[in-house]
């Protein structure tokens, strides 16, 4: 399901290649273009944790539909800029788009798939997306031809706009620990301190009966041989 979501809002995702050209085509020079992408990166840089944190406590659908939001923003922003100072802040607010989905993106599709699967999850994610990929470039390339710059703009933000009305699917909760189950952890523990105490007991059982058998055997020898068995048994009590 979230796979199917994210084909459909990548087929509106062209390569930001579009949006260089963008900024160029209403007026910045081709000197600023590095500090403008630069200006892109620090936004993402900056905002990728304290939104990455955001969606441990809220939960990562909430995070990614807020990054749809804004990205659908910053494409009407770039459809209908015609100043260059205004790319200036376009850049800045998609670096939080960036910063809403990329890693937390990812985390949701750890969220949803069994640990021993989620390499081949990941696998799948990024191939669909960078499939994709081509022919939403082709797309946007298309409309800015055909119509004018600002229409690849327009068809991303449209299809983002779609994204938060689709369900999203939610993680799989942890199986909660049964009464069963914890009865029979409990009852291992007893039976693991029983057998403990059968083995501390052994030796000191076994020394019992050796005693009694000593004493018995005294017992059959004639009376002057009988002190000097207990004075034997005496030594070796010491002795241990």
């Known amino acids: ?46 905002a990728s944790i304290p939104l990455g944190s955001l969606s441990d406590h809220i939960g990562r659908e909430k995070v990614i ?50 640990v021993g699967h989620r390499g081949r999850a990941y696998g799948i994610y990024n191939s669909v997306i ?34 938060p009305h689709s369900p999203m699917p939610e993680p799989a909760a942890a199986a909660p620990v049964t009464a069963s189950a914890t009865s029979g952890t409990s009852g291992s523990a007893d039976a693991a301190q029983a057998t403990d105490a059968a083995l501390d007991g052994a030796p000191a059982a076994d020394g019992a009966r050796a005693l009694r058998g000593e004493r018995a055997r005294d017992a059959g020898l004639p009376r002057g041989c009988r002190g000097a068995g207990r004075r034997l048994r005496h030594r070796r009590a010491r002795a241990h």
């Not at 229409?151 to 449209?158: D, I, M, Q, R």
Request: aromatic share 22%.
């Open 130 to 163: 960078g499939l994709v990929s081509l022919p939403a470039s082709i797309m946007a390339g298309f409309l800015w031809d055909r119509y004018n710059p600002g229409a690849p703009f327009y068809f991303g933000a449209l299809m983002a706009a779609m994204r």
């Open 65 to 114: 539909l807020m990054g749809w939001i804004f990205y659908a923003l910053a494409y009407l922003g770039f459809a209908v800029a015609d100043k260059s100072y205004q790319i200036w802040f376009l850049f800045a607010f998609y670096g939080i788009y960036y910063a809403t989905t990329q890693g937390v993106g990812k985390a949701f599709v750890a969220d949803l798939t069994a």
């Open 1 to 46: 399901m979230f796979l199917g979501i994210m084909t459909i809002f990548a087929l509106g995702n062209s390569s930001d290649a579009f949006l260089i050209l963008r900024a160029q085509n209403v007026g910045v020079t081709l000197l600023a273009i590095p500090l403008v992408y630069a200006l892109f990166n620090f936004f993402y840089a900056a």
